[in-house]
């Protein structure tokens, strides 16, 4: 990614929050659960529109390198159901720009305690000079095939998730 395109992005975006319902079927499938939970927590909060339920996770910083973004939002998803069995845990969500594409990682939970350990769970399409979310519809992702088993394998590589939508922090 140019410098330039950078640093327009980091000025459009840094300072917006992240909202993001993670992916419709599976938030209703949660719902239709006689124990289904979804909790945020840490800052995390629901956001919802007529679009459906969706939770904003606020904006604590950025940093960038020679070629590539990083927007950090802080909270966490806690997702339950069928008496435990079922758990996912999405914890401060991180957006990556870079040359090639956009990346939304969370906190690979598997290192816990160690939270500096992170997975790439979905990816985009790069931002270009010409497409920057230039609609307001959010950065569109689809799962990564390293996070396949988060949901249980149900869902192949590829699966578009909800997008990745950046709002005005709420003042
Ligand atoms: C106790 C074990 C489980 C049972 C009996 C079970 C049962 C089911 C059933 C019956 C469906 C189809 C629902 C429908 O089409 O309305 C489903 C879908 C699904 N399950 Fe489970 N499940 C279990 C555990 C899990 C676990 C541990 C996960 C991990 C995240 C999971 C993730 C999913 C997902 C992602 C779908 C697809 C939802 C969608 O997009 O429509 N399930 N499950």
Redesign the pocket.
């Known amino acids: 990614m140019g410098q330039d395109l950078m640093r327009v992005m980091a000025s459009t975006y840094g300072d917006r929050d992240l909202v993001w319902s993670v ?1 419709d ?2 938030i ?2 949660i719902g ?1 659960l006689p124990d289904g939970t979804l909790t945020p927590l840490n800052g995390a909060e629901p956001f919802s529109t007529a679009g459906g339920p969706e939770w904003r996770f606020p904006y604590v910083g950025q940093s960038a390198d020679d070629d590539e973004l990083t927007l950090r939002y802080q909270g966490e998803l806690r997702i339950s159901g ?1 008496n435990g ?2 758990l ?1 845990i999405l914890m401060d969500p991180w957006l990556t720009f870079t040359a090639t594409e956009t990346q939304l990682s969370v906190v690979e939970l598997m290192s816990w305690p160690d939270t500096s350990v992170r997975e790439v769970i979905a990816t985009g399409p790069a931002c270009s000079d010409g497409y920057m979310d230039a609609a307001g519809q959010g950065f569109p992702l689809g799962l990564t095939a390293t996070a396949v088993e ?3 394998n ?2 192949a590589a590829g699966t578009p998730l909800g997008p990745a939508r950046l709002v005005p922090p709420v003042v």
Request: no cysteine; aromatic share 26%.
């Open positions: 992916k079927t599976f209703r499938y239709s069928h069995m079922l996912v988060l949901f249980n149900v869902y």
